[in-house]
């Protein structure tokens, strides 16, 4: 009898401290402070109002840059972009802060004209030697149209030829210095025989209202054994006001 008393007991204290305890709620994470909109990508030019998301409506933010000369921003969050490079900018409160990286780049969009020379021509298998007479340290007219969303350009290439043109569509990118690469191909004729240019390569930096850069390309032709291989330099390339 003794021994079915403790046992009662020990069950009760167990089914009164299951019952009986309080439950705790795990504490909520409050949400980060960010800045608004996210864009993190802006052409030399132009300006952007930023604001706060997630933070206390009653903090004062501080707006700041790391490098005023590539990028401003007062004290209402409203960032003009100065010249290319790549910046952060912090929102800080008086309990939060956040920030967000800027990269500037320079203005592509638009119509570029100028010439491109040809400053090394190798023909590979022999059919391309006349081409490269002709082609080698001549001066070439150029054209490139482009249109810019954020890092990535787009548009349309044409290069003037010994005895014809090449025009095709190109698209590319512009990398963390604000310099483009491009991919594309061209398509014409050149002397009466068709022409297919691959660009191989391709480097050019926009400095305002100016283009400088060289590109290379392997050229071909259904009617020519071999291929020739071009680097060119951009010359006087000037952006159409």
Do not use: H
Request: with cysteine.
């Amino acid at each position: 009898m003794k021994r079915f008393t403790l046992s009662c007991v020990v069950v009760a204290c167990v089914w009164v401290g299951a019952c009986g305890g309080s439950s705790t709620t795990a504490p909520t994470t409050p949400t980060a402070m960010s800045i608004t909109p996210t864009t993190s990508v802006l052409v030399i030019g132009q300006s952007q109002p930023y604001s706060t998301a997630n933070g206390p409506s009653t903090d004062v933010i501080t707006w700041s840059s790391t490098d005023p000369n590539v990028l401003t921003i007062d004290s209402t969050g409203n960032a003009t972009a100065i010249a290319k490079g790549v910046v952060t900018i912090t929102a800080a409160g008086t309990t939060q802060s956040a920030t967000l990286q800027v990269q500037v780049v320079p203005i592509y969009q638009g119509t570029w004209t100028g010439s491109t020379t040809t400053v090394a021509c190798t023909s590979i298998g022999g059919g391309f030697t006349s081409y490269c007479t002709q082609s080698l340290g001549s001066d070439q007219a150029f054209g490139l149209t482009l249109s810019q969303s954020g890092l990535s350009v787009s548009g349309a290439l044409t290069k003037a030829e010994p005895g014809g043109v090449l025009s095709g569509g190109v698209n590319g990118s512009i990398g963390p210095g604000g310099d483009i690469t491009l991919t594309g191909t061209l398509t014409g004729v050149s002397s009466g025989a068709n022409i297919t240019g691959t660009l191989i390569s391709w480097n050019s930096l926009a400095t305002g209202t100016t283009m400088t850069g060289v590109w290379a390309a392997n050229v071909t032709s259904p009617q020519i054994l071999g291929i020739a291989t071009l680097q060119l330099s951009l010359t006087g390339v000037t952006l159409a006001q």
